[in-house]
């Protein structure tokens, strides 16, 4: 079976494409190679099901790598997020990401650190 000998499965997933690749162990070939075109308004839940449903599980490791994340700093003045509770910091940052990015903000996940600065 494929997918008890599959050590790692990778995952590519373009705006056009998803690309899925099955490695066993000590080979630089892959033993499963499928290639699926998805529509453009699909997301990546959705690319992922064309390459797994019907095929073989995937290996004990998989990576996903995908040209549709977005990441960039974002940052505010300090004096419009003073005294803000962590929910309505989190809406502005996915506010602010919406206008950098241009990816709707029900689409956007925020994760928030703050930084000192000395």
Same mark, same amino acid.
């Given at each position: 079976?494929?997918?008890?000998?599959?050590?790692?499965?990778?995952?590519?997933?373009?705006s056009r494409e $998803?690309?899925?690749?099955?490695?066993?162990?000590?080979?630089?070939?892959?033993?499963?190679?499928?290639?699926?075109?998805?529509?453009?308004?699909?997301?990546?839940?959705?690319?992922?099901?064309?390459?797994?449903?019907?095929?073989?599980?995937?290996?004990?490791?998989? $990576?996903?790598?995908?040209?549709?994340?977005?990441?960039?700093?974002?940052?505010?003045?300090?004096?419009?997020?003073?005294?803000?509770?962590?929910?309505?910091?989190?809406?502005?940052?996915?506010?602010?990401?919406?206008?950098?990015?241009?990816?709707?903000?029900?689409?956007?996940?925020?994760?928030?650190?703050?930084?000192?600065?000395?």
């Amino acid at each position: 079976m494929l997918g008890r000998s599959t050590v790692i499965s990778i995952f590519f997933v373009s705006s056009r494409e $998803i690309v899925r690749a099955d490695f066993e162990r000590k080979s630089n070939s892959p033993k499963l190679l499928i290639r699926e075109s998805i529509d453009v308004e699909s997301n990546l839940s959705e690319s992922l099901q064309l390459v797994l449903e019907g095929h073989p599980k995937p290996g004990r490791k998989s $990576i996903i790598l995908s040209t549709g994340f977005w990441s960039q700093i974002v940052l505010l003045p300090r004096i419009s997020v003073n005294g803000l509770a962590i929910d309505e910091l989190l809406e502005a940052l996915k506010f602010e990401a919406e206008t950098l990015s241009g990816i709707e903000i029900d689409d956007v996940a925020i994760g928030a650190e703050p930084l000192s600065i000395v």
